[in-house]
């Protein structure tokens, strides 16, 4: 036998108890939905997990009354030391309900177990944690004394993290002394509905979190409603367009966390082995479908060979399948329209010249699967090398220069992530100082933390999440703190000008509902 | 039935640097090798320490382990009676199940290798042949703080006495220093007093001693350095500093094997040694390897575990996963 095969080592399932049916989560209830329901399924198979009820305009509005009410009479009384207490109890019984969280994520999402159990659950509780510990301390966040919140938050969250983005939007919304209506995406609905299980026994107070399931165009509604003081969104750069368009003129705050397509640049003085490491983890992390991938790899022309063989070595070893199997490294692309984008993509690569390459693995014959691909030869005016796959395809350049190397890497319209290699410190930081990017990783690629503030420059969007300045994105400075500095009108635009809103800023995945 | 290397001893610097392995030669060619990232390099282990194997990996894996073991013992105290205990303990292993693998080898002190030869008698040979090695710690182990004159004839009495492998101690004193050409000559020095008047010679294993070279890069020097000296393995730790094996050290360790592979096509095995006593922690190291080098390193020539306890702990899963229910120490034999 081969031991490298491993023998199967599928997580159980029976911790688990799958409902046929799930309702919307409105003022506290569970409630049937305006609109058809719809099943969601595993990618990893093609079967159906349950059927969600679908919000419908009604639904948008009975939400958004309830977490009028619930921040007029209750959250915005609360002491922030109240609030924070509120927090705490989420993270723990996200904690205490880990295991269950991590496989319902891996079945409705397809991605591997072993990611959802060791980095997306735990990311959640560190978020709520991080920000519980905010809530009493929000005359720290760089705004003045007695920050206000500024009251409904509408959030509509991708599909490629569900619920670790779930935390990043509501943690600090809730922490801040704003209430919330979110909307996850239509494809991954389930653990949002679960989190809905853990608010109720958290006692959290009626409508503060209210949870809508249901298409894009339902979000779109969501976040043009009058009664929404602030829109956050995380998804795809066309649909954050669209609703920076539509609610432009209001008075709406809005984040925007959009697409990317990440410059990892491999300098000939890099730790070698961590590198591929890096590479590895920046491109087939989530099957790549992470807004912030590494999906363009410069590499310096004069190890450009030796570092693809020993890439193409390593990827021999990644193992795709199973998502329930902790061995499993990549798991299935979340839906067939996602599966067809990545196809037409690699298609389009292979037309404009550049070569392809697949470790041998055998893709399972159901749900939905794209090998772990890298393109060589690839040049700077490839669909592939410009346009977010938002899949697991690593386009590989080459330069020569470090000056080239910066320039090929900010040559995108995207700006949410980089990577650079290489054993020399003083060049680490001065390019970094040159990437138009939100985030620049050395020697390392893909670390998340609640404490860093993580968002884009230009196409990847505008605010930041995580850290103060997360927090940021949910405040506006007191009206003492207006009427006593400087004349309202001036303030306010200053003040909106140092929040992380008004920054060039933030990214992530594509996403496919709201539209 | 020791390995017959054909190659001289320093012959594999001499391709690599040119004709004259000068200090400076070795130093421009161990300090232009790849830095090692700390942080990459423990969190790819750890991700190799999370690899899950049950049911039919898991019984290969015990079975394979035991296979790899040397089974050994270094203490002041040791005897002759101790050590036949040892060579007992190393031809049956689990003294209720016959099918229970032998190991690789017996691991002594160089005075008690008649002992162990001895001992061993019919079952002593290859371990690729299923018969049971003797390898001699050698060089004033574990410290190496002795003339070379002294660390020579600490060998050679060695592999005179039947000694099949010799693990050997680098300077570690000498490396810190930045001496690499006086370690390299030492290595080179050692691997002729490994020769038999027959022409044959015992398997040379070099231990770094990873715990005292503190760094990383240090340790990857190290393997290189002692690779191109002629080390047929190359071996962490003498067991007596902390840390001694661990999953980053000897990770990097296989790394620099098979950067060596790649380039010359030559193998060199890895030992880890001291610190790894149970099933679990072993099982990790499989997979390192398997994923690193490749499952074919996985052989007594190529990878073993320096170990005592392990063994122990190994033939308790293994009749775990026989009988269905967990025994206890008293199941298994003390050496």
């Given at each position: 036998m081969s031991f490298l095969e491993y023998a199967p080592a599928p997580e159980s399932t029976s911790i688990l108890r799958l409902q046929d049916q799930y309702g919307l989560f409105i003022d506290g209830e569970f409630?049937?939905?305006?609109?058809?329901?719809?099943?969601?399924?595993?990618?990893?198979?093609?079967?159906?997990?349950?059927?969600?009820?679908?919000?419908?305009?009604?639904?948008?509005?009975?939400?958004?009354t309830a977490a009028r009410r619930a921040y007029d009479t209750t959250w915005s009384k609360l002491s922030g030391r109240d609030r924070g207490k509120y927090l705490f109890r989420i993270a723990r019984l996200v904690q205490e309900r880990g295991r269950e969280l991590a496989v319902a994520e891996s079945l409705d999402n397809g991605k591997p177990i072993k990611e959802t159990r060791d980095f997306d659950i735990p990311t959640v509780a560190a978020w709520f944690f991080y920000y519980a510990g905010w809530a009493d301390k929000l005359e720290h966040a760089g705004l003045g004394p007695n920050?206000?919140?500024?009251?409904?938050?509408?959030?509509v969250i991708p599909w490629n993290f569900p619920l670790m983005m779930l935390a990043w939007k509501i943690a600090p919304a809730l922490a801040a002394g704003n209430t919330v209506v979110l909307k996850p995406a239509s494809t991954t609905p389930l653990t949002a509905i679960l989190f809905a299980e853990i608010l109720q026994q958290a006692d959290l107070p009626r409508g503060v979190v209210n949870i809508l399931t249901g298409p894009g165009s339902m979000g779109g509604q969501l976040v043009a409603h009058p009664g929404v003081d602030k829109v956050a969104f995380t998804g795809s750069t066309g649909v954050g367009q669209t609703i920076a368009r539509s609610i432009a003129g209001q008075r709406k705050r809005l984040t925007l966390e959009l697409g990317g397509k990440g410059a990892n640049l491999v300098f000939d003085d890099a730790p070698i082995d961590q590198a591929i490491e890096g590479v590895v983890n920046g491109i087939f992390f989530n099957q790549g479908q992470v807004c912030c991938a590494g999906s363009r790899l410069l590499v310096q022309e004069s190890i450009h060979d030796e570092f693809v063989d020993r890439l193409k070595a390593r990827m021999q070893t990644l193992r795709v399948g199973d998502p329930l199997d902790k061995n499993t490294d990549v798991g299935a692309i979340n839906s067939a329209a996602q599966l067809a984008t990545i196809a037409e993509l690699a298609d389009a690569g292979e037309a404009e010249g550049a070569e392809k390459w697949s470790p041998d693995c055998v893709l399972p014959s159901e749900g939905f699967w794209y090998a772990p691909t890298i393109f060589t030869n690839v040049q700077t005016s490839h669909r592939i090398a410009r346009e977010e796959v938002f899949g697991p395809v690593l386009s590989i350049l080459t330069f020569r220069t470090p000056a080239e190397a910066i320039a090929k890497a900010n040559n995108t319209p995207y700006g949410l992530s980089a990577g650079i290699w290489s054993d020399k410190g003083s060049r680490v930081l001065a390019l970094a100082d040159q990437l138009r990017a939100g985030v620049v990783w050395a020697n390392t690629f893909n670390k998340f933390d609640p404490t860093s503030p993580f968002g884009g420059y230009k196409e990847s969007g505008y605010g930041r999440e995580g850290g103060r300045q997360g927090i940021g994105a949910y405040l506006q400075a007191s009206e003492a703190q207006q009427s006593t500095s400087t004349p309202r009108g001036a303030s306010r635009r200053s003040i909106t000008a140092a929040t992380p809103a008004a920054l060039p800023a933030k990214t992530s995945s594509r996403k496919k509902a709201a539209k | 039935m020791s390995i017959v290397r054909a190659m001289a001893p320093a012959q594999r610097a001499v391709d690599m640097l040119g004709p004259d392995v000068s200090e400076s030669a070795l130093r421009g060619f161990l300090e232009g090798l790849p830095?090692?990232?700390?942080?990459?390099?423990?969190?790819?282990?750890?991700?190799?320490?999370?690899?899950?194997?049950?049911?039919?990996?898991?019984?290969?894996?015990?079975?394979?382990?035991?296979?790899?073991?040397?089974?050994?013992?270094?203490?002041?105290?040791?005897?002759?009676?101790?050590?036949?205990?040892?060579?007992?303990?190393?031809?049956?292993?689990?003294?209720?199940?016959?099918?229970?693998?032998?190991?690789?080898?017996?691991?002594?002190?160089?005075?008690?290798?008649?002992?162990?030869?001895?001992?061993?008698?019919?079952?002593?040979?290859?371990?690729?042949?299923?018969?049971?090695?003797?390898?001699?710690v050698a060089t004033a182990f574990p410290s190496g703080r002795a003339s070379r004159a002294v660390k020579l004839a600490d060998t050679a009495e060695a592999v005179a006495a039947g000694a099949d492998e010799i693990d050997m101690v680098i300077d570690r004193g000498a490396f810190l220093a930045g001496r690499y050409g006086h370690v390299f000559e030492e290595i080179v020095a050692v691997k002729q007093a490994c020769r038999r008047p027959d022409g044959s010679a015992a398997s040379l294993k070099v231990i770094l001693e990873t715990g005292e070279l503190t760094t990383y890069d240090n340790v990857r020097r190290a393997s290189w350095l002692s690779i191109l000296a002629g080390g047929d393995f190359i071996k962490t730790s003498t067991g007596k500093v902390s840390p001694a094996a661990t999953l980053p050290v000897t990770l990097l360790m296989l790394e620099a094997v098979r950067d060596w592979h790649r380039i010359t096509g030559e193998r060199i095995g890895v030992k880890p040694a001291g610190g790894i006593r149970t099933s679990k922690?072993?099982?990790?190291?499989?997979?390192?390897?398997?994923?690193?080098?490749?499952?074919?390193?996985?052989?007594?020539?190529?990878?073993?575990?320096?170990?005592?306890?392990?063994?122990?702990?190994?033939?308790?899963?293994?009749?775990?996963?026989?009988?269905?229910?967990?025994?206890?120490?008293?199941?298994?034999?003390i050496d």
């Open positions: 409630v049937e939905g305006g609109g058809t329901p719809f099943d969601t399924i595993a990618p990893s198979t093609g079967k159906k997990l349950a059927t969600m009820s679908c919000a419908d305009g009604h639904d948008v509005e009975r939400a958004v920050p206000r919140s500024l009251g409904v938050a509408a959030q | 830095g090692v990232d700390a942080v990459g390099l423990e969190q790819r282990a750890a991700g190799l320490g999370t690899r899950s194997i049950k049911t039919t990996s898991k019984r290969w894996a015990l079975d394979r382990i035991i296979e790899l073991i040397d089974l050994t013992t270094l203490e002041g105290s040791d005897t002759p009676g101790k050590v036949r205990s040892l060579a007992s303990k190393a031809v049956t292993t689990d003294a209720s199940d016959a099918s229970a693998p032998r190991v690789a080898a017996v691991c002594v002190y160089g005075d008690m290798v008649g002992a162990a030869v001895e001992a061993l008698g019919a079952a002593h040979g290859d371990p690729d042949d299923g018969k049971i090695a003797v390898a001699a922690d072993a099982i990790k190291y499989l997979v390192t390897v398997a994923e690193t080098v490749g499952e074919d390193w996985l052989q007594p020539h190529l990878f073993r575990f320096g170990a005592s306890s392990l063994l122990n702990d190994v033939l308790l899963q293994r009749q775990k996963l026989t009988t269905g229910s967990y025994s206890g120490p008293d199941y298994v034999t």
